[in-house]
C-alpha cells in the first residue's frame, strides 16, 4: 500500500530502517531481530543497500523475507550511484513483483575507495531529483519518498540552496520525505515551516538515531552534518565516567523518548527511527509511547 495513504489513516506512528546484513548466515538472526520489532507496529521499514549499491544483491531477498516472515510494508531504498535507467526500471520490476508500491529514491554517497569522477558515478543521475523525475515518468504507479536534512546536506553550498534543492525533489514527483538524523526538535520543527513556505505540503517524517554508546556518538560526529546539543555530550561523557556503557545507553533512550514524545505531541506524524538492526532500544524508546 502506498506510504502517504497509510499516514493519512495512521498518524502518530513508528516506522523503521534496516540494512541488509552482507553476510548470509546472519540473515536469520536479522529476520529474528526485525519481527522481534513487528510488535511497535510499525507503519512501513525501509531497507537500505549500502553506498554504492554495495548490498543490492540481497535488499530484494531481504524484502521479500521481511513482508514473507514479518507481515512489513516494505521500502527499499534506491540510489542512483553507478545506476543506469535498465538498472533501476530492473529493481522496480522486481520490487513490483513482490507487491511493493514504494521506494525511497537517494542520489547516493559516494562509495569508500572510489577514485573517479563524479560524472562517472552519477552518470545517469546526477542529483535525487532526476532519479524522482525518472521514476515519475516510467514508473507512475510507484510512491517516491526523499531524504531531507534538517541542517542542510553537507554538500549544499547554504541551507537556503539545501531547501531549494527539497523543492525540486518534490516538483520532480517525490511523494513524503524522511529526514536525516538530528538531536534537537526545534530543528525538525524550523525546517517544516520553511518548507511549508515554499509551498512543500507532502509530508515530512522525523528520523531519529537513539545514541546507543559513546563508538555510535563519535560515529555521528565524525561522518553526520548535525549539531549536537551540548547538554545531551555532557550527559553521555558524564555518564561513561561515572556508569560506562549501561549509563550512557540509559542517557541514549531517554534523550530518543523526550524527542520522539516532543515530536509527536507537536504535531509531527509519525518517527522513523534508525535501529542499526537492533531491536532491544528501539522498543524501550518506543515503550508507551504510541
Known amino acids: 500500500m502506498q506510504i502517504p495513504q497509510l499516514i493519512k489513516k495512521s498518524s502518530p506512528f513508528v516506522s523503521l530502517e534496516f540494512f541488509p546484513p552482507k553476510k548470509q548466515e546472519e540473515w536469520p538472526g536479522f529476520l ?137 525533489k518534490v516538483e520532480c514527483g517525490a511523494d513524503f520525505v524522511i529526514t536525516q538524523l538530528y538531536f534537537d526538535n526545534r530543528v525538525y520543527f524550523d525546517y517544516v515551516d520553511r518548507l511549508r513556505v515554499r509551498g512543500v505540503t507532502v509530508p515530512v517524517v522525523p528520523g531519529i538515531l537513539p545514541i546507543r554508546n559513546m563508538a555510535s556518538l563519535r560515529f555521528v560526529l565524525e561522518t553526520c552534518n548535525v549539531r549536537i546539543p551540548g547538554r545531551l555530550i555532557n550527559g553521555l561523557i558524564k555518564a561513561n565516567e561515572q556508569g560506562g556503557a549501561a549509563a550512557v545507553y540509559e542517557i541514549g533512550v531517554a534523550h530518543a523518548r523526550e524527542q520522539v514524545k516532543g515530536l509527536l505531541d507537536g504535531g509531527a506524524p509519525g518517527v522513523h527511527l534508525y535501529t542499526l538492526n537492533k531491536a532491544d532500544m528501539c522498543l524501550e524508546v518506543m515503550d508507551g509511547l504510541l
Open 32 to 168: 529474528e531481530t526485525a519481527c522481534a520489532l513487528s510488535g511497535l507496529q510499525p507503519l512501513f521499514v525501509s531497507v537500505t543497500y549500502g553506498a554504492g549499491g554495495s548490498t543490492q544483491s540481497n535488499t530484494l531477498e531481504i524484502c521479500e523475507r521481511l513482508v514473507r516472515s514479518c507481515g512489513f510494508e516494505v521500502m527499499p531504498h534506491l540510489t542512483g550511484v553507478t545506476a543506469s535507467r535498465e538498472k533501476i526500471d530492473g529493481f522496480i520490476k522486481a520490487i513490483r513483483a513482490l507487491g511493493i508500491d514504494n521506494v525511497l529514491a537517494l542520489r547516493g554517497d559516494r562509495p569508500a575507495g572510489y577514485t573517479g569522477t563524479d560524472a562517472e558515478l552519477f552518470a545517469a543521475f546526477p542529483h535525487a531529483s532526476d532519479l524522482v523525475a525518472y521514476i515519475r515518468q516510467h514508473h507512475p504507479g510507484l510512491t517516491i519518498g526523499v531524504a531531507g536534512f534538517p541542517e542542510a546536506h553537507a554538500e549544499a553550498p547554504s541551507f537556503a540552496n539545501d531547501l531549494a534543492v527539497m523543492q525540486r
